[in-house]
């Protein structure tokens, strides 16, 4: 394990090492998908604040649901409502965190560089670049 600065919400590096994990695993995920551009990010965090609202929805709806139906019920129901809005809010928080940074890692960090060969979108090489001939 390697050293870095203790935290006292994080002592042990514990949380860090789990955003780490799930960012590799989101990022592992959007490559396979081929998210590529700021406009699939874009697309990909849409979906996210859609999915969020959705939940939100049929959370206070279910709620709603309960208070009409069988009102006894709608204090447990509102607690468990609760605990769901605040995951979701976490969840949104925390995917939005993550397509933030592979759009800076991932997506920006690619402007510019050329990776193992790769041609990068828009250029061509026909061997008449300004950088060559800049040698010649």
Known sequence: MGHWPMKFD??????AQKQERDYASLSEALRKAGVTTAADVQRCERNITRNAVIMVVLSLLSVLLAAL??????????????????WIAASTVSGRRHLQRYRREEVDGKVGKVRDGEVPDGEA???NSKTEEKGA
């Open 10 to 15: 994080d002592p042990f590096g514990r949380k």
């Open 125 to 127: 090489h026909d061997g």
């Open 69 to 86: 139906v069988y009102p006894a019920v709608l204090g447990i129901v509102t607690v468990l409502a609760a605990i769901v809005l605040l």
